[in-house]
């Protein structure tokens, strides 16, 4: 066993060593402590042979128990058996692409990818699988006719899902694309970064690997970047596992720690951003500086009936407004004394971001039109304030 203090060191010696390693009185923290060791040692050969094995810690990419923690608390949010965590949303995404692939049976062919799909995802499947030979096929994913002739017409290893586009908000019908995918032998992978586990839970309808920007919702206070992909089956756990010790994709126990934390009050967070997602699109939709909302939560909206039928009475805590045209968007994004200019999602602060500028700068004025996102289209993303305050922002802003 080594010790960490002998009096026959030299001085130097006993200051590397000192305070380390100790055997720790009875006692043990209540929450997870940070664990920021990349190595762990043994007593015993045997037990280090195991470790090595993968029934213990031996190498921080290999694992770290304040990312076990982080993990075993995500694969419970989302109602699944195993989840591995990433560097980043867009990790976790790239992980599961590969994981479904290789239980799927070896390689990627052919993913049928959102037509709306998240902007960073689209450069993701263009820049890094497309020119590896897989076909990436788009589908508008509400239409499940649609989605049937892909299935029928190509042989589709993954089909890839959004709850909740972005800046549109579409509500796609999970059980009925995850039956559909399955009957034809592909695997479902979905992001379910917007939605969050609180509006719905893909794995419970038939997904096969559920990924998060658990920069968003999970962490909730915009300090920490992370990812999560949670699965329901071994083999999927294993591929990404595999992914994750030989590719590196790994976070930090820092962030593992942080969005733990941020995991407790994702329900209480969530629920209150939701109903006043609620109030606020409401409110908006009857101010005559504004033109159109788009929240799944109102009649008007092309999913309401899909959102009422499988949300389980919540419509997401994002929305998107048009001004109306005599609004001039310098003078109303200046005006905000409160709410955010800011180009992500999930916070505890109210947060609006203008796609045309952001999110969808990469596209010509008329792909963004052909995709219905005008210039004047003002995203948000509803914080854990006092709703009062956060409409009485909007109203100023509005004039
Ligand atoms: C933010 C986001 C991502 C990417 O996550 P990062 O943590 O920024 O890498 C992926 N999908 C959606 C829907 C997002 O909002």
Redesign the pocket.
């Given at each position: 066993m080594p010790s960490e203090f002998d009096p026959m060191w030299e001085y130097s010696t006993q200051l590397v060593h000192a305070g380390e390693r100790l055997v720790h009185p009875p006692g043990r923290p209540t929450t997870t402590p940070l664990y920021s060791s990349s190595t762990y040692y043994h007593d015993s050969l045997d037990a280090f042979n195991d470790a090595l094995a993968g029934h213990g810690y031996a190498y921080g990419r290999n694992g770290n128990p304040t990312n076990v923690a982080f993990e075993r608390a995500a694969a419970i949010a989302e109602a699944g058996t195993a989840a591995v965590s990433t560097g980043?949303?867009?990790?976790?995404?790239y992980t599961a692409l590969l994981a479904a692939g290789r239980v799927h049976g070896g390689a990627l062919r052919t993913i049928v990818a959102p037509r709306d799909v998240?902007g960073?995802?689209t450069v993701m499947l263009r820049d890094f699988f497309a020119p590896n030979g897989i076909q990436i096929l788009t589908c508008d994913m509400t239409d499940l006719d649609a989605l049937d002739a892909l299935l029928a017409a190509h042989t589709v290893d993954v089909v890839y899902v959004?709850q909740l586009s972005?800046p549109l908000f579409r509500v796609v019908d999970m059980h009925a694309i995850c039956s559909r995918a399955h009957a034809h032998g592909a695997r479902i992978v979905v992001?379910n970064?917007?939605a969050t586990p609180i509006v719905q839970k893909p794995l419970i309808l038939g997904a096969d690997f559920v990924c998060h920007?658990?920069?968003?919702y999970f962490a909730g206070h915009g300090d920490v970047?992370?990812?999560i992909v949670v699965v329901r089956d071994d083999a999927a756990a294993a591929a990404l596992a595999h992914n994750n010790a030989t590719l590196g994709m790994v976070l930090g126990p820092y962030e593992a720690q942080q969005i733990l934390r941020g995991i407790k009050t994702m329900p209480l967070r969530v629920e209150r951003q939701n109903a006043s997602a609620t109030t606020v699109a409401q409110w908006l939709a009857t101010h005559p500086n504004v033109a159109r909302v788009h929240y799944p939560g109102l009649p008007t909206h092309p999913d309401h009936a899909t959102a009422l039928r499988t949300l389980g009475g919540r419509f997401g805590a994002m929305f998107a407004f048009e001004l109306a045209p005599s609004v001039v968007l310098e003078q109303f994004v200046e005006r905000l004394r409160m709410i955010l200019m800011v180009s992500?999602?999930?916070d505890i602060y109210t947060m609006v971001s203008i796609p045309a500028l952001a999110s969808h700068r990469g596209l010509t004025p008329d792909e963004r039109a052909a995709r219905g996102i005008s210039d004047q289209l003002i995203r948000v993303s509803i914080g854990i304030e006092a709703v009062d305050d956060i409409i009485a922002d909007f109203a100023h802003a509005l004039g």
């Open positions: 980043s949303g867009m990790a976790a995404i998240y960073a995802t959004e972005n992001d970064t917007i920007s658990a920069t968003k970047s992370g990812g992500t999602l999930g």
